[in-house]
């Protein structure tokens, strides 16, 4: 694997966390069924401290974005960078690139 393809598996294993699955349902939720089930917080994603190593689900502070607001980041850029791009922009536009997308 290329270092961008390592980059790229990381970033879709850590979005999976957060992403429903093929029953609908997001790993870091684990068994609430508030969140899991509930119309009005399904949808409402909370970035976690930290996660349960087998299962995914949340755990410990999730009142701070700390290190997993960067999810968010990594989503984005596999939407919107290729490995070319960002060899030919460097990392300051390539970031523009994503910040130029939200728009």
Avoid: C
């Avoid at 790993?27 to 949808?43: E, I, M, N, S, V």
């Amino acid at each position: 694997m290329t270092l961008w393809e390592v980059a790229n598996e990381i970033a879709r294993r850590l979005s999976n966390i957060f992403l429903r699955d093929k029953n609908g349902r997001r790993p870091l939720y684990g068994g609430t069924a508030k969140f899991q089930d509930d119309p009005h917080w399904r949808d409402l994603i909370l970035f976690y401290e930290y996660f349960h190593g087998d299962n995914g689900a949340g755990l410990g502070a999730s009142h701070q974005t700390g290190w997993t607001g960067l999810v968010a980041w990594s989503i984005k850029s596999l939407a919107v960078l290729d490995p070319r791009e960002v060899l030919e922009m460097g990392f300051d536009g390539a970031a523009m690139k994503i910040v130029r997308s939200y728009n």
